[in-house]
């Protein structure tokens, strides 16, 4: 069964800081995705990673996937108040359509 | 402003109440999603449709009945709800290829409280 991990699942932070969320997960899979949630609003695609060692960078945001260690990271550069928010992770399993998601990384970014 | 819509954007209703929640695409995509969002949860795919066919239902309780007229509009039918099936529910679209699919694009959602 596939299973998607993602840490930490709550992180507030400074702005002007960097960090890195972590999502993990089970059996090998072909496609990875971030999302973004804002509160009450709905998801917003960022990435979508398709091969191993794949790096897409969008502004203070950069995501990488790892298909060996099954593992993506999504960086955060000198991050700034508008990048609060919840960032969720999302693995494709098999061909049938279906994503199975991360539980979220709520982020909180303080002036 | 995505191109997937959804209503009512929210909706209170009783245990023994019928209601359906309705989603349109305008995305020109070929398949249509209903999740299940609780909170500290995961989300939860609950149908997946693909040219109008169900390709996917992940034991989802009878009480909710799916229907897709058409590639553009999907529906949720809901009856006999229980308390904890108060969530939000979300609808999402995407190409589907036939290897995988395409970037799923989200409606903003149904908020569903049932009493």
């Known amino acids: 069964e596939l299973k998607v991990e993602q840490n930490p699942l709550f992180l507030s932070m400074q702005e002007g800081k960097n960090y890195t969320i972590y999502c993990n997960y089970s059996t090998t899979s072909d496609r990875l995705y971030w999302y973004r949630q804002d509160p009450g609003k709905s998801l917003e695609s960022l990435f979508v990673?398709?091969?191993n060692g794949a790096v897409k960078q969008e502004g203070r945001l950069m995501a990488s996937l790892d298909t060996k260690a099954r593992l993506s990271t999504l960086h955060i550069t000198a991050a700034v108040h508008d990048l609060s928010a919840t960032y969720f992770c999302a693995v494709e399993k098999g061909s049938n359509y279906q994503l199975i998601w991360g539980a979220g990384t709520k982020l909180i970014i303080k002036p | 402003e995505t191109g997937v819509t959804q209503t009512p954007r929210h909706l209170v209703m009783g245990m023994t109440n019928k209601k359906s929640l309705k989603c349109e695409q305008h995305l020109g995509h070929n398949a249509m999603y209903w999740y299940k969002q609780s909170a500290k949860k995961p989300l939860e795919l609950m149908f997946v449709?693909?040219?109008?066919?169900?390709?996917e239902n992940n034991s989802v309780p009878s009480r909710f009945s799916p229907e897709c007229p058409n590639s553009s509009h999907l529906f949720l039918h809901l009856h006999t709800l229980q308390p904890e099936d108060s969530a939000l529910y979300l609808c999402?679209?995407?190409?589907?290829?036939?290897?995988?699919?395409?970037?799923?694009?989200f409606g903003p959602g149904t908020r569903l409280t049932v009493l």
């Open positions: 999402a679209s995407s190409q589907a290829t036939g290897t995988g699919t395409d970037t799923q694009y």
């Open positions: 449709y693909n040219f109008k066919e169900q390709t």
């Open positions: 990673l398709l091969s």
